[in-house]
């Protein structure tokens, strides 16, 4: 466990790439319930615990929905694995660094823990981007459009799905 901890936190740091993840079926069964419960703690410090499981479920839906077509279409679906185990360990990672930030926003918001998340945000986008780039044999660029691309689709298909609610008063 220690190895594949600190495999992906090489990734994050662009030390290796998605080809240097197992290409393993138990690898999925051991990362996505940690990715579940990481992601269910951000959700729940954020007040969103009624919907984190739905969230959580669109979230890791997204993840496979994105990389199948796009390497399936590139000629490179035997990377899928590797991929989705190298995007799911890497937001492990970000998201592990991000549960003090957003707790520290939530008891009193300040502006280095603001910084923290964007910085955070940023980061996340770059990996995705070293990411995508090193599983389809592209330009580094082409991983930080593909991964702003994915970003974006990302946020829209949550925003759409779970619309934040205001009460506003009348």
């Known amino acids: 466990m220690y190895e594949l901890s600190l495999l992906f ?3 994050s ?3 290796n ?3 240097d993840v197992p290409a393993s079926p138990w690898l999925l069964a051991l990362l996505l319930p940690i990715y579940i419960v990481v992601n269910f703690l951000i959700l729940w410090l954020n007040g969103t615990a009624a919907s ?3 969230q959580v479920a669109v979230d890791f839906a997204m993840m496979p ?3 199948w077509p796009l390497l399936y279409f590139a000629g490179k679906s035997a990377r899928f694995q590797q991929t989705l185990h190298a995007m799911l360990g890497t937001d492990i990672v970000i998201a592990v660094l991000a549960l003090p930030v957003i707790a520290s926003l939530n008891n009193a918001p300040n502006q ?3 910084f923290a998340l964007v910085g955070l945000m940023i980061w996340h986008w770059v990996i995705n981007g070293h990411i995508f780039r090193h599983a389809l044999d ?3 660029m082409f991983g930080m459009l593909l991964a702003l691309l994915y970003i974006m689709m ?3 298909v949550m925003a759409s799905l779970f619309p934040v609610l205001i009460n506003s008063p009348e």
């Open 9 to 11: 936190f090489r990734i």
């Open 13 to 15: 740091l662009f030390r």
């Open 17 to 19: 790439g998605p080809q």
């Open 52 to 54: 984190a499981p739905l």
């Open 65 to 67: 929905g994105f990389i």
């Open 112 to 114: 280095p823990a603001y």
């Open 138 to 140: 592209r330009s580094a």
């Open 154 to 156: 990302s946020a829209q």
